[in-house]
């Protein structure tokens, strides 16, 4: 069953061209288990809590058997009690310590809103900046395997128009470890969002400690016709799409922003005026979404750099349905980037 | 136990409140903030933080005031917090539904009710991991214990056997509805007791809450684990504002006078004088000291400064 458990055969290669064969291999779950693991390692202040953490295939194995290592009082299972046990966690980082609060699937997230945006974001400013919140809470997004309406949402965009909250969104390994480390190591509630499509992935990982600052995209494909920003999972999508384009002589810049909030303006622009064309592939839903918010952003600095309008590659205003037909028509892949691509283009030509 | 010094803490409490209401109308309007005085419940506010050393902490609702002054939270920051001063507990940026003061193990209340409880509870969680021998107390009243996450923060603490003492303030009121249009079970304490110990204490006696939360207190800090205290007590004023709520709106005159009549303060007073505990002048001494404490506050909150513009984003990020 696909759903829950990461199979071997499923891994593909993330290194996107930057690979050498002298660097370790991990995948996702394994980079992300590594950096838990090196933060508790260093950091007595850092403790796991979650439904099914310390279940053999907890997190999609991410943090299988750390309860061994670190001990059942600082790796441990939560209730089914999310409203309470994320005020748990935030009470416990006033207190000082960095909790790392897992949840399987966004979805359950919304019963924790009161405590993230009534509480953990606002706590250090209501105090003056007496009172930070050093929280992570973590969560991956579904998609597929009739996942349905409840178990497959992507809720970033809701958790944007949140002051006081960090958003990271990351898709190779590499980026995995070190964010997680900066998000543990970040004064802040952080949101950690990933998507249960990148755990396919095994890509380079150092051993040593790393961190990666936010708020500091990537180009991870050098283009100069158009530039094409994939939101986490569909970064995935978006370096596909790069490679068909190619083959029609379209040269896609492919831009991974790896934080959402804060995230890096500057590497869409500098793009832009180089492309001219911008088209933005989200995980979520259109209306009111990430994609709609950088666009906006991309119109006010950037407007006469663009020789087209954005296109917003994103989820119709729809619960996710189960049946694969439908979700089939529900999800946008590579074929949705590539016309939107050639449509843009097109346009322009006229 | 000092009886007298219950006396004096539960007076103060109630002077700062009528200070603050005597102002909050004034002509310059000063104080921009809403307020939910504390009028008719300083007994369990005095009764369990007397029991609690410095480095406890205690985590509070929008009735702040009586829990922040009771565990020792500095007066002058709490006025010029509720004046808007720069120089308030919160800089300016909390008001009277947010007080804090780190030193004096007083958290950041909140005024969502219910969400402190959880909070509270992750507190108390992460003293005990770091080994330290703090106690933490959740003061919640009656309308809170109806949210879910207080059930589930309960049943957390007795879990991990946490150091924490729960403090239901039952008021009788959630804004102005009575407890039968509410609940089917109208005694709190018994929804939990199930879960841990728990114990229902007359809490307009302010020796009863006292003794009772030493029993609580002495537990959690013993690693014995968590305790439910439910006080009974009532809200001589209106929900918000300076009001006493007998425009008909939820409570009768006659209620009201019979509260007054049991109010914690005047009650001990009786007490104290009848055994011969303390004389008349003795106690309006303690209330001179209090009022100039007062005046003092007001003074300094008047005079500070507003926080200026520019310094608004500051503060939002750790």
Redesign the interface.
């Known amino acids: 069953m696909p759903w829950t458990v990461i199979n071997k055969e499923d891994e593909i290669n993330c290194d996107y061209g930057h690979s050498d064969e002298h660097i370790r291999k991990l995948s996702y779950a394994e980079a992300i288990r590594e950096a838990l693991s090196q933060a508790m390692a260093l950091d007595h202040h850092v ?1 796991l809590m979650g439904q099914g953490i310390n279940d053999k295939v907890g997190m999609f194995g991410a943090t299988t058997d750390l309860y061994k290592k670190f001990g059942e ?2 790796v441990f299972d ?2 089914l ?1 999310e ?15 960095r ?1 790392v609060y897992c949840h399987n699937r966004p979805d359950f997230l919304m019963l924790s809103m ?2 993230i945006v ?2 953990a974001t606002k ?12 929280l992570v809470i973590w969560a991956v997004t579904g998609q597929g395997w009739g996942s349905a309406a409840q178990h497959s949402q992507a809720l970033h965009g809701l958790f944007m128009h949140i ?2 909250l960090k958003i990271v969104m990351p898709t190779t390994p590499y980026d995995a470890k070190g964010l997680m480390l900066q998000a543990i190591a970040d ?2 509630p952080i949101l950690f969002l990933d998507h249960r499509n990148v755990y396919n992935q095994r890509g380079n990982v150092p051993e040593k400690m790393y961190k990666i600052p936010f708020g500091k995209g990537i180009i991870r494909r050098a283009g100069k016709d158009i530039t094409i920003l994939g939101i986490s999972a569909m970064l995935i999508e978006t370096l596909k799409a790069a490679e068909e384009l190619e083959k029609t002589n379209i040269s896609a810049e492919i831009i991974d922003l790896r934080t959402i909030k804060p995230y890096d303006i500057d590497i869409i622009l500098d793009s832009v005026k180089k492309t001219r064309h911008l088209i933005i592939a989200d995980t979520g839903w259109k209306t009111g979404g990430v994609a709609a918010e950088i666009a906006t952003v991309v119109y006010e600095k950037a407007f006469k750099d663009l020789k087209a309008p954005i296109e917003r590659i994103a989820l119709p205003d729809l619960p996710t349905p189960a049946a694969y037909t439908l979700e089939n028509a529900y999800y946008k892949t590579r074929k949705d980037i590539v016309e939107a691509a050639n449509r843009l283009l097109e346009k322009n030509k006229i | 136990m000092d009886i007298l010094s219950l006396y004096t803490a539960m007076k103060r409490i109630r002077m700062v409140e009528a200070a603050i209401a005597d102002n909050y109308n004034n002509e310059i309007r000063e104080m921009h903030t809403p307020i939910h005085l504390y009028d008719g419940q300083e007994a369990v506010a005095v009764g369990v933080c007397s029991n609690l050393i410095k480095e406890d902490f205690v985590f509070s609702n929008h009735r702040s005031h009586g829990h922040y002054l009771a565990k020792g939270g500095n007066l002058n920051k709490m006025m010029a917090e509720l004046h808007n001063k720069k120089t308030g507990c919160c800089k300016g940026r909390g008001a009277s539904m947010h007080l804090m003061d780190k030193n004096c193990g007083v958290a950041l209340t909140s005024s969502i009710v219910a969400g402190n409880v959880s909070i509270g509870t992750g507190y108390a969680l992460a003293e005990q991991m770091k080994n330290r021998n703090t106690v933490v107390v959740v003061f919640f009243g009656d309308g809170a214990s109806e949210e879910g996450s207080v059930y589930e923060s309960i049943c957390f603490a007795q879990l991990k056997k946490l150091p924490i003492v729960f403090v239901c303030e039952n008021n009788l009121y959630s804004i102005a509805t009575p407890m039968d249009r509410r609940e089917p079970n109208e005694d709190i304490s018994s929804k939990f007791q199930t879960v841990l110990p728990i114990q229902k204490v007359n809490g307009n006696d302010v020796i009863d809450v006292y003794e009772a939360s030493q029993t609580a207190v002495n537990a959690a800090r013993k690693g014995e684990g968590p305790r439910l205290l439910e006080c009974m007590t009532y809200r001589l004023r209106d929900h918000h504002n300076i009001g006493n709520g007998i425009d008909g709106r939820f409570r009768t005159e006659q209620e009201l006078k019979n509260w007054e009549n049991n109010c914690p303060i005047k009650k001990l007073k009786r007490k104290l004088i009848l055994e011969d505990l303390v004389d008349e002048k003795q106690l309006e001494e303690e209330d001179k000291k209090i009022a100039q404490e007062i005046e003092a506050a007001f003074v300094y909150a008047r005079e500070s400064a507003c926080p200026d513009a520019d310094e608004l984003f500051n503060g939002l990020w750790g």
């Open positions: 403790f009082k600082r939560t209730p009690a409203t309470g046990l994320t005020g748990v966690a935030v009470g416990a980082a006033i207190s000082g310590m909790p009161d405590q009534n509480h706590y250090n400013y209501m105090s003056g900046g007496e009172c930070p919140v050093p002051p006081g004064n802040n």
